[in-house]
């Protein structure tokens, strides 16, 4: 008999690991017989389930959320397992360990312990289901790039660009094909485990997604029996992990044979007992009720950046409308930059940097993917390996943006645009904190009767009598209150922020001089502007004027539209 485990040196939302053995024999042990921990701390008790570890090996892991001393005893139906007791010291947690992540502000994530999280994620659906030097290089790269949050697969997938047998499967083979669904492989679980917390030392969240459609082994059509005891069991072993998100299914909507997925979110969230974050991720045939209490936060797979459409669009709606579920709000699947012919996959790197910045602008969160044909079918969005696009450096730059501003406290805010469009988007923390997002330009359909028809080049049609009609150009207002406002523009595609200088509310009109970009207005009631004169009365070389930036006119009509004034035009 034998009881292991650390007497002190684990961290606040660290692990402690009990690992228990038993001379007892059993025909299944992974169903034969539980083991519980029991653990207390100045009046706080937690329980926590174990499980089998193959051979005669128990485990149980337990994540403290308070420092200072606790104490455990196991409780189990077998004797060698049951009344095991000890007491271990928390320490507090060391540099990077904010705790789990969680709820913020309604609609938004922080660490436990407060510290901001903004959440940028990447897909990796298959990488440990297929070769151990290829997660090396995959760990690799994500420590190069600005990626904290990775969604990734249990069960293994086969779908186009990866039909391979994994090395390892959940299951035990009795021989080649056929898995006892009542016996786990603990080889599989561990080396899992041992990703987990690779990914939890880079800073990486583990966004695990427990069910996808797209199997040739029976894993996708287990009963509801197989299912349950499957959820026990990854929640035992995984649970412990600070940087665990579960992500109950992928495209759940387009299972041959629906689960009763209220019935396994609502095990998960009485299981878990840490509350880690949890949702479900839809395809292309309908969306889930997220207003389900078990549901922490939408997760949306949104197509319409593919749909083919002659006119402007706002990429951002179906986000905004989720947001009224009151619940945070990720885009898990905009579609990916890449080349590999399909539809979602095939997106430009402008496309996908976009898409993300329309994303971001509905108060919600987007997720990167890459689906670059690779030697070999390695597509980085299934198996990793390197990144080769274009997209991950400047979503890393709409991260730093978005992570100076006061992102959790700002919201969509349209009705701040007057005679604007729908490439022309605004999210305010009002009285103190503007980005206004400008889409790539692009004419409406029905103004020019040569390029969007009727006349084709061989086809031509008399030109319409008078001068030529061109679009209209519209001027659209800020609304952005009184006050004094830094002015930033920011180049979203070049990744560079430029300032223009400071002005005054409530109202700017202007047209942009970059699209794609974003102009931020920071300040307000509380600012006063540095200068003592306008930017047009500052001297070349004056020490508060602001340096050459670009060799472009920054014009429009920034300043008091009530006063007619411009008074931040400004050549650089």
Wanted: with cysteine.
């Amino acid at each position: 008999m034998t009881l292991r485990f650390s007497p002190h040196g684990v961290e606040r939302w660290g692990v402690q690991e009990i690992t228990l053995q038993s001379r007892q024999t059993y025909g299944n042990p992974f169903a034969d017989v539980t083991v519980q921990g029991r653990f207390g701390s100045q009046g706080k008790e937690v329980t926590v389930d174990g499980f089998h570890d193959g051979g005669h090996t128990w485990r149980v892991r337990f994540m403290p959320d308070t420092a200072g001393a606790w104490s455990f005893t196991t409780v189990s139906a077998d004797p060698e397992l049951n009344g095991k007791s000890g007491s271990f010291a928390v320490v507090d947690p060391g540099p990077g360990n904010h705790g789990p992540v969680v709820v913020k502000n309604q609609r938004h994530f922080a660490y436990t312990d407060g510290a901001p999280y903004f959440p940028l994620g990447t897909t990796l659906y298959n990488w440990l289901n297929r070769d151990r030097d290829l997660e090396i290089r995959t760990l690799a790269t994500l420590s190069r790039n600005p990626f904290n949050k990775v969604r990734f697969l249990v069960f293994p997938k086969w779908m186009v660009f990866n039909r391979v047998d994994p090395p390892l499967f959940p299951y035990v083979q009795p021989q080649p094909g056929k898995f006892d669904l009542d016996r786990f492989d603990p080889e599989f679980f561990s080396h899992y485990e041992s990703r987990i917390r690779d990914l939890a030392a880079l800073g990486i969240e583990a966004d695990i997604i427990l069910f996808h459609p797209y199997d040739k082994w029976g894993f996708a059509s287990m009963d509801q029996r197989h299912d349950d005891a499957y959820l026990r069991h990854v929640v035992a072993r995984f649970a412990a992990f600070r940087n665990i998100w579960w992500t109950l299914a992928n495209e759940f909507d387009v299972f041959p044979q629906q689960k009763d997925w209220r019935h396994l979110g609502e095990l998960i969230a009485r299981i878990d007992p840490y509350g880690h974050l949890r949702g479900i991720h839809n395809c292309c045939v309908a969306f889930y009720d997220n207003s389900q209490s078990w549901i922490t936060h939408v997760i949306l797979q949104d197509i319409t950046p593919q749909r083919r459409t002659p006119a402007a669009r706002d990429d951002s709606s179906i986000a905004l409308d989720a947001r009224k579920i009151g619940k945070p709000v990720l885009v898990d699947e905009y579609g990916y930059e890449g080349n590999n012919g399909m539809a979602w996959g095939n997106l430009g790197p402008r496309e996908a940097v976009e898409e993300h910045w329309a994303i971001t602008m509905a108060g919600a969160y987007g997720s990167h993917g890459e689906t670059y044909v690779n030697p070999g079918n390695l597509l980085w969005w299934s198996v990793g390996g390197e990144l080769v696009g274009e997209a991950p450096a400047r979503l890393g730059f709409l991260k730093r943006i978005l992570s100076e501003a006061p992102y959790t406290e700002m919201e969509p805010a349209p009705e701040l645009i007057v005679n604007g469009n729908p490439l022309i988007t605004a999210l305010a923390k009002r009285g103190s904190y503007y980005l206004f997002h400008f889409g790539q330009t692009k004419e409406p359909a029905d103004w020019n009767i040569g390029f969007f028809g009727p006349a084709t080049p061989s086809q031509p049609l008399p030109k319409p009598d008078g001068p030529v009609r061109w679009a209209d150009s519209r001027v659209p207002e800020f609304h952005i209150g009184e006050g004094t406002f830094r002015v930033d523009m920011i180049d979203t595609w070049n990744m560079k922020t430029y300032f223009l200088g400071y002005t005054t509310g409530p109202v700017q009109r202007f047209q942009p001089e970059i699209a794609p970009g974003v102009m931020r207005f920071s300040g307000g009631l509380n600012v006063t502007c540095p200068f003592d004169r306008t930017l047009e009365s500052l001297p070349a070389g004056h020490p508060t004027a602001p340096k050459r930036l670009a060799p472009w006119t920054v014009s429009g009509t920034l300043g008091s539209s009530g006063s007619g004034a411009s008074s931040l035009r400004q050549r650089y």
